[in-house]
């Protein structure tokens, strides 16, 4: 290059610095096309934690199960993904017609990875503000979120198992958890899964629980409880509670290598570990877990 601009003869010196300017610009836009294509390849992380909340239109409503339904919800790009971790949730909110504001915590079921949106499993509930609200809305309106609401800060290979207890929507959580780690190739935690409900109708993500066990049986075990099975279809699992001598015979020991995470209505939390006194804290530990011999610090209530 050097060679080449010793080359030039005088009269040509006054193009030099032409040329020089053009090769300056060319770099810029190099570089800045660079740098655009480079970012916008990032994922952005939609929520930060920094208390906005989004506004994020339903792109789709499937029905779940007689009373519940899955919501699609659009990201504002198509490279987008919400920034939780596991385990994490999200806000949402809707103000009343006399202006109050309605809050609720939810728990997404897609992947955490998934770009451009994300899903809620909603059960209906007749004197649930929130539920009916959602329940109201069609396609394109939208929600309000904020998040992420960080519950429980989970490293592979934490533990060498760890039993989920469940009832209701409160299998949303626990599903995050589950199928996070049981298809990261990198864990070797087995997870097994008891989930409770009033009938085999109200299982809720059957499906993808199935297929979590079918894909990964040496990892992921998951036992349905049901209270009655009223049509007397076949169900492959228990009709009955999830009782203390089924968890003592089948699932883990209190251990330093084993853990317990549980969600679903008060009743349940009351039978099984306490609820917790507020959001952020755990409280005391009491019921059939406490009765194992598990303590406070060997169980998590999300």
């Not at 504002?76 to 596991?86: I, N």
């Not at 959580?173 to 009938?199: R, S, W």
Request: charge should be positive; proline fraction near 6%; aromatic fraction near 12%.
């Amino acid at each position: 290059m050097l060679a080449r601009f010793s080359r030039l003869s005088l009269s040509n010196h006054r193009i030099l610095p032409y040329a020089l300017g053009a090769g300056a610009v060319a770099a810029t836009a190099f570089l800045y096309s660079y740098k655009f294509h480079t970012i916008s390849n990032e994922s952005q992380k939609v929520f930060t934690g920094d208390g906005s909340w989004i506004d994020l239109p339903i792109s789709k409503i499937q029905q779940e199960s007689h009373d519940t339904k899955r919501f699609f919800f659009k990201l504002p790009s198509e490279d987008a993904e919400t920034g939780l971790t596991l385990a994490s949730a999200l806000y949402t909110k809707f103000v009343t017609e006399k202006g109050s504001n309605v809050v609720r915590p939810y728990t997404p079921v897609s992947d955490l990875g998934d770009k451009g949106g994300f899903e809620l499993v909603v059960k209906h509930y007749p004197d649930g503000k929130m539920s009916n609200h959602l329940f109201s809305l069609k396609e394109k309106d939208t929600v309000s979120f904020k998040g992420p609401i960080k519950k429980w800060q989970w490293e592979p290979n934490s533990f060498d198992s760890i039993l989920l207890l469940g009832a209701g929507t409160g299998i949303t959580p626990l599903y995050q958890l589950a199928h996070h780690i049981v298809q990261n190739p990198k864990e070797n935690t087995k997870v097994k899964l008891l989930y409770g409900n009033k009938t085999p109708e109200d299982i809720l993500l059957k499906k993808e629980l199935d297929q979590l066990q079918k894909d990964h049986p040496d990892k992921f075990e998951v036992v349905y409880f049901v209270d009655q099975n009223k049509k007397s279809t076949p169900f492959n699992g228990q009709v009955g509670f999830i009782t203390k001598e089924y968890i003592e015979k089948n699932t883990v020991k209190p251990s330093e290598k084993t853990h317990v995470f549980l969600c679903g209505p008060p009743p349940f939390m009351n039978a099984y570990s306490g609820q917790k006194p507020k959001p952020v804290e755990q409280g005391e530990l009491t019921g059939i877990l406490k009765e194992l011999g598990f303590t406070a610090d060997q169980v998590f209530k999300f």
